[in-house]
């Protein structure tokens, strides 16, 4: 069994559903992740991805914050949800294919501005919802699975547009490296997306910021496919599509695609 998988922090899937549809229908993955939906579960246009072909969906929702979901032409199964820092908010989900692939769609908080956890509260939560995701992996490691979503966090040093300018910025700064290090470490991933395009810059996301965002090229790669050592060889085909970047009232990330012949 082949299947294409994409991950897209959409940043509300209400507002941007003619551009969720648009990569169905363009691209068209066998499953799509999507972070940031910001909608209640109940509120997700459910109908026109179905017409689209994404007839199955699991997710977790929340009105106006947070928010993940797995769209889905293949049936798969909930396999539930994990709560990490206690923060009480909708940043995970999992499914499980019928080949028994699970696949794990994460939002992992931003971080604030300030990379100080004792002046910035929501710092230091991204912190320890990461060593919470550490140490989840490390009583229950994983098997069979593949982890996606927006990590938040461009670990390598051409992952970003400029690494010494970015060393204390959030996002980038060491001690968040080291957390998502020590997170893949003890899970056993392996990163699919540098595993297929091991050199150069790579970016996902683009700030709203910058209006000449393509030309300025100022990105980072925050989102990230990983899989498993047991099917990380089955992983190919890495993308990501800058060009939707470039859509009409667009997400200011851009999907990121693999594909896994299981």
């Not at 998988?5 to 648009?22: C, D, G, H, M, Y």
Request: proline share 5%; aromatic share 10%.
């Amino acid at each position: 069994m082949s299947f294409s998988l994409a991950t897209w922090n959409i940043n509300s899937v209400r507002l941007r559903e003619p551009i969720v549809a648009k990569l169905m229908q363009e691209e068209a993955p066998d499953v799509l992740c999507l972070q940031e939906c910001k909608s209640p579960v109940e509120k997700i246009p459910t109908e026109w991805f179905a017409n689209l072909g994404y007839s199955h969906m699991i997710a977790r929702g929340q009105k106006g914050y947070n928010g993940v979901a797995i769209l889905s032409k293949l049936p798969i199964e909930d396999v539930g949800d994990k709560d990490f820092a206690g923060l009480g908010h909708a940043r995970h989900v999992a499914g499980r294919l019928e080949n028994g692939v699970t696949i794990h769609n994460f939002y992992v908080p931003a971080g604030g501005d300030a990379p100080d956890r004792e002046v910035n509260e929501k710092f230091g939560q991204k912190l320890d919802y990461l060593t919470d995701m550490r140490d989840w992996f490390r009583e229950e490691r994983p098997e069979k699975s593949i982890l996606v979503g927006d990590l938040n966090i461009a670990p390598r040093e051409d992952d970003v547009w400029s690494h010494k300018q970015l060393l204390k910025v959030v996002s980038h700064t060491p001690i968040e490296v080291d957390h998502l290090a020590e997170t893949q470490d003890a899970g056993g991933w392996i990163d699919i997306t540098r595993q297929d395009i091991p050199d150069g810059q790579l970016f996902s996301w683009w700030s709203y910021r910058a209006r000449d965002w393509d030309s300025a090229d100022k990105g980072r790669r925050l989102d990230h496919i990983w899989a498993t050592a047991d099917i990380s060889n089955a992983g190919h085909s890495s993308r990501i599509l800058r060009d939707a970047r470039g859509w009409e009232k667009p997400s200011d990330h851009a999907p990121v695609f693999a594909t896994f012949d299981l």
